[in-house]
């Protein structure tokens, strides 16, 4: 599976900015997906996930109530909108896929995810 992140750029402090992740190639569900990010000199943090047959969606702490992970299935993309926008939000922000539904506790574990997407870069700026 190759997964394409885009709608990265940069924003001001308190913007918003819609990211989109899409599968190319053959069609394959994007039912258990997530993001992650990484800032320079950091390591790949978690930032949202949603499984099949949960109706949960999980957030890290430093993104709940700003962030929204929601699932185009028509187009078949996974999306993160962004509001409130902070410097710290800077990161290469990146989508990912399991096959297998994960467990809820790995969830924030990279390690748990098998496809990765490039990546697209959030700027955010004062």
């Known amino acids: 599976v190759q997964l394409q992140a885009s709608g990265g750029g940069l924003v001001q402090i308190g913007g918003s900015l819609r990211l989109s992740c899409a599968a190319s190639g053959r069609t394959f569900s994007l039912v258990n997906m997530a993001w992650f990010r990484q800032a320079p000199g950091k390591e790949r943090e978690f930032v949202a996930a949603?499984?099949?047959?949960?109706?949960?969606?999980y957030y890290a702490s430093s993104v709940k109530g700003r962030f929204t992970l929601s699932r185009d299935m028509a187009a078949n993309t996974v999306n993160l909108q962004m509001n409130s926008l902070k410097p710290e939000d800077t990161a290469i922000y990146y989508c990912a896929r399991k096959e297998n539904r994960p467990i809820s506790s790995a969830l924030g574990s990279a390690d748990t995810w098998d496809s990765w997407g490039q990546g697209t870069q959030v700027t955010v700026s004062s």
């Open positions: 949603v499984r099949r047959g949960d109706s949960n969606i």
